[in-house]
């Protein structure tokens, strides 16, 4: 993953806000895309080790979206973390149904629905990068102290 840069895309701009301020008190560097649209053109720009996705947004939803990326050599290695308040069975029969129609999809690396403490979500983050920087093979409990800034 690219350093400690997470993508936020949703488009509710306070909910997009939120996140934002949150990361980045958590020490992270943060970029927002109102849909997946427009997070498609910041990724041609800007590399985030992890993306926080919205499901139901306009112009281009967050399945859409996502589909899009893992089908992208150069973007299917990003985490992607579903926030939304679709429950999650629609949400996996949404998945299933864009895969049927465009091919498999693997599952997203974590899905939180909304509204999702602002603990869960950096827990979430957090596990994501560490996973990244120390192998998936190593337990939880063996990961190091993740910084937080508050």
Known sequence: MDGRRVLVVDDEVHFRYF????????G???KTARNGLEALDMLAEWSPGL???DVMM????????YGALCRDAGWKHIPVVMLSAVPVPVREHALAALGLTEGPLPPP???L????????????????????????SVSKKE???????F
């Open 113 to 136: 629905e909304k509204p999702c403490t602002p603990e869960a979500l950096l827990e979430v983050v957090d596990r994501l990068f560490c996973e990244s920087t120390l192998g998936p």
């Open 28 to 30: 992270y560097a943060v």
């Open 143 to 149: 990961y190091p102290p993740c910084p937080r800034r």
């Open 58 to 65: 306009p112009e281009q939803s967050g399945l859409t979206f």
């Open 19 to 26: 996140l934002k301020v949150l990361l980045e008190k958590a």
């Open 51 to 53: 993306i926080t996705l």
């Open 109 to 111: 690396a974590a899905c």
